[in-house]
């Protein structure tokens, strides 16, 4: 598979977009957008604590309700640009996060990259693990790096850096739901309308250790590349 590609990944909290959209990565040479993570140093920027539009995107962000979407279709579009005038590909892992923004950014999409090259997978979990995984998750604070802890206990440090390990203010219950809620009214409706747009759409079974389901997003990479 070249490496001047377009994957876009999709599911729930705690499908493991983030895990899947780094190992992919790192294997094919493709350039991460991790939009949540942007957006997350953006609003907690202490240099933003006065500013009313942002002070409003981290209200936002910690009641689980997605943030402005044409601020958002903005700092997506201008890094997806910047991508590809280095020459190489990208993976969005959980973007674009509505149907609007989706209308907006994919005829870019396929203007900088070509509809071919753009592969769009959906990862789907049970909302019972989402729910799960969500509230057992840490997250180093130095790296960033997720801590899967059904593979690996109970850590006191970060074990990629030694980093002290927190949990993100948005992975608890009430907040889960109400992201599961937001994920099923404002982003499945998606899907319908890349496929009708002519997108290939493929869902994977994301309940299996991270490894295996990039297996299957891999060999399935595999298989249309040689189509």
């Given at each position: 598979?070249?490496?001047?590609?377009?994957?876009i990944?999709y599911?729930?909290p705690?499908s493991g977009?983030g895990?899947?959209?780094?190992?992919?990565?790192r294997?094919?040479?493709?350039?991460h957008?991790d939009?949540?993570?942007?957006?997350?140093?953006?609003?907690?920027?202490?240099?933003k604590?006065?500013?009313?539009?942002?002070?409003?995107?981290r209200?936002?962000f910690e009641?689980?309700?997605?943030?402005?979407?044409?601020?958002v279709f903005?700092?997506?579009?201008?890094n997806i640009?910047r991508?590809?005038?280095?020459?190489?590909?990208?993976?969005?892992?959980?973007?674009?996060?509505?149907l609007?923004?989706?209308?907006?950014?994919l005829?870019?999409?396929?203007k900088?990259?070509g509809?071919e090259?753009i592969k769009?997978?959906?990862l789907?979990v049970?909302e019972?693990?989402?729910?799960?995984?969500?509230?057992?998750?840490?997250?180093?604070?130095?790296?960033d790096?997720?801590l899967?802890t059904?593979?690996v206990g109970?850590?006191?440090?970060?074990?990629?850096c030694?980093?002290k390990?927190?949990?993100r203010?948005?992975d608890?219950?009430e907040?889960i739901?109400?992201?599961l809620?937001?994920?099923h009214?404002?982003?499945?409706?998606?899907?319908g309308?890349m496929?009708?747009?002519g997108?290939?759409?493929k869902?994977?079974?994301a309940?299996?250790a991270p490894y295996?389901?990039?297996?299957e997003?891999?060999d399935?990479?595999?298989?249309?590349?040689?189509?």
């Amino acid at each position: 598979m070249s490496s001047n590609n377009v994957i876009i990944l999709y599911g729930p909290p705690g499908s493991g977009k983030g895990t899947q959209a780094n190992l992919l990565a790192r294997k094919l040479g493709l350039v991460h957008l991790d939009t949540g993570r942007m957006l997350e140093g953006i609003i907690y920027d202490s240099d933003k604590d006065k500013d009313p539009f942002v002070l409003k995107q981290r209200e936002l962000f910690e009641s689980g309700k997605l943030l402005d979407s044409d601020w958002v279709f903005g700092l997506i579009k201008e890094n997806i640009e910047r991508v590809h005038l280095a020459g190489l590909g990208v993976i969005l892992s959980g973007s674009p996060r509505t149907l609007s923004e989706a209308q907006k950014l994919l005829p870019e999409l396929e203007k900088l990259y070509g509809k071919e090259k753009i592969k769009v997978f959906v990862l789907e979990v049970p909302e019972e693990i989402s729910l799960e995984r969500n509230k057992n998750r840490m997250v180093c604070s130095f790296c960033d790096a997720p801590l899967l802890t059904q593979y690996v206990g109970n850590p006191t440090a970060c074990p990629v850096c030694g980093g002290k390990l927190t949990k993100r203010k948005v992975d608890n219950p009430e907040t889960i739901k109400i992201r599961l809620a937001e994920f099923h009214e404002l982003t499945e409706p998606i899907f319908g309308y890349m496929e009708k747009e002519g997108f290939a759409v493929k869902k994977i079974h994301a309940e299996e250790a991270p490894y295996q389901v990039f297996g299957e997003i891999n060999d399935n990479l595999k298989s249309t590349s040689r189509n």
